[in-house]
C-alpha cells in the first residue's frame, strides 16, 4: 500500500512517519512536492504519485495570524482538502484528515460530540470546518480525526514555549480558564496507525468513517498544563529560573484570534467503535519530558 503523508515537517506528519511504515510504503512529502496553498496543483500530483491512501495532517496552524490571512487559511485549510478529497473519491483512495477542538464557540462545560454544531470563534477554526465539510461533501471513504492542543518534543508549541519560559525567566503568566487535553504527536499517531490497522481488514472507513475525537484522556487548563512540565523538569535535574507561576484569565492575556474557553472533546466514539483508550495527558508528557528535550535547547542556545 502506498500512503501519502503531508506535512512531513510538521509535529504529526513527523510522528506519523515511522509507526505509518507498519501499515504500507510512506511517501512522505512537503510543500515543495504538494503545496496546499495552490489547490489547483494537487490533482496533477496525485495523479502522479497515485497513493492508495492519504493521510492529511498538514495545515495552516498559525491561529493568530489566521486572523490577517484569512485567504491563505481558507486554501489550505478548506479548498485544498476538498481538492484532495474529490481526488480520493474519485479514485476509491481513503482519505484520513485531521481537524480541531477550535470548530467550537467554546460555551458550556460538556465535551463536545461529533455531532455537536460547529461554531468557530477564528479564521482558523473557520478554515478547518471549511475542510471538513469540503470532506463530506466529495463523498467518498474518509476519517477525519478532530484534536486539541497539540505539543511535542520538537516543532513550535506549548510544552517548548513552557520549558525556555522556565529556563530564563522568574515569573510566568499563563491562562487558567480554557480548559482541554494536551495531546502529544506520538499518542495521536500510535492511536492513528491502531486505526488504520483494524480498518486493513476490510474497506478502510466504510463503515466506520466521518469524524472522530482523539486527544488524550483527562482534562487540565494551560496553567495545569504549565505547572506539570515545570515539575517534570525539575524532577529531571533542569536547572529553572521560574519561581513562581501566575494564574490569569483568558481576559488578561488579549490575542489576536479568540479561542474557545471549554475545548474538551468526547471520547466515546473512539473506545465504543475501536475499542481505543487513550493514555491520560500526564502520562503522555512524562513520555516527551523523558526525551530531556529542553537540554540540547540550552546547550545550542
Ligand atoms: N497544533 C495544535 O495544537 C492542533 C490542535 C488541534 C488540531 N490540530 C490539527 O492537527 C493537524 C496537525 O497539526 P500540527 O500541530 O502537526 O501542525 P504543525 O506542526 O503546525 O505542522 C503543519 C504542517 O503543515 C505544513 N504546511 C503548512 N502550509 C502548507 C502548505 N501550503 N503546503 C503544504 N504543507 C503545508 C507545514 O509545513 P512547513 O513546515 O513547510 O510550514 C507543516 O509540515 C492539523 O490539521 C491541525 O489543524 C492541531
Known amino acids: 500500500m502506498r500512503i501519502l503523508l503531508t506535512g512531513a515537517t510538521g509535529q504529526v506528519g513527523s510522528a506519523l512517519y515511522r509507526p505509518l511504515s507498519a501499515v504500507g510504503n510512506v ?30 495532517p498538514a495545515a495552516y496552524t498559525a491561529v493568530d495570524l489566521a486572523e490577517d490571512e484569512r485567504d491563505i ?47 468557530p470563534l477564528s479564521v482558523y477554526g473557520a478554515s478547518k470546518f471549511a475542510g471538513e465539510q469540503a470532506i463530506r461533501d466529495a463523498n467518498g471513504r474518509h476519517l477525519i480525526v478532530r484534536t486539541s492542543w497539540v505539543y511535542a518534543a520538537q516543532g513550535r508549541n506549548f510544552l517548548r514555549t513552557i520549558a525556555r519560559l522556565a529556563l530564563q525567566q522568574r515569573e510566568l503568566r499563563v491562562v487558567t480558564d480554557q480548559r482541554g487535553a494536551p495531546t502529544s504527536a506520538r499518542i495521536i ?9 483494524q480498518e486493513l481488514a476490510g474497506d478502510l472507513f466504510q463503515d466506520r468513517g466521518g469524524a472522530i475525537n482523539l486527544t488524550a484522556s483527562g482534562v487540565t487548563s494551560w496553567y495545569g498544563f504549565a505547572i506539570a512540565i515545570i515539575d517534570g523538569m525539575k524532577q529531571r535535574g533542569a536547572s529553572l529560573a521560574v519561581e513562581n507561576v501566575r494564574p490569569i484569565a483568558t481576559s488578561d492575556y488579549p490575542t489576536k484570534a479568540v479561542r474557545p474557553l471549554n475545548s474538551r472533546l468526547d471520547q466515546r466514539r473512539l473506545r465504543e467503535l475501536f475499542k481505543i483508550q487513550m493514555p491520560f495527558w500526564q502520562e503522555a508528557l512524562e513520555v516527551e519530558l523523558n526525551t530531556h528535550f529542553w537540554v540540547s535547547r540550552s546547550e545550542t542556545h
Open 73 to 119: 487559511a481558507f486554501r489550505v485549510n478548506g479548498e485544498a482538502p476538498g481538492t484532495m478529497a474529490r481526488w480520493a473519491a474519485a479514485h476509491d483512495v481513503p482519505l484520513v484528515h485531521f481537524s480541531t477542538d477550535y470548530l467550537f464557540d467554546g460555551s458550556g462545560n460538556v465535551p463536545w460530540l461529533e455531532e455537536s454544531q460547529p461554531a
Open 27 to 56: 511517501l512522505s512529502v512537503d510543500r515543495h512536492v504538494l503545496d496546499l496553498s495552490r489547490p489547483d496543483t494537487i490533482a496533477i500530483v496525485l495523479d502522479r504519485l497515485r497513493p492508495d491512501l492519504i493521510v492529511n
Open 189 to 197: 499517531a500510535d492511536a492513528v496507525v491502531r486505526i488504520l490497522q
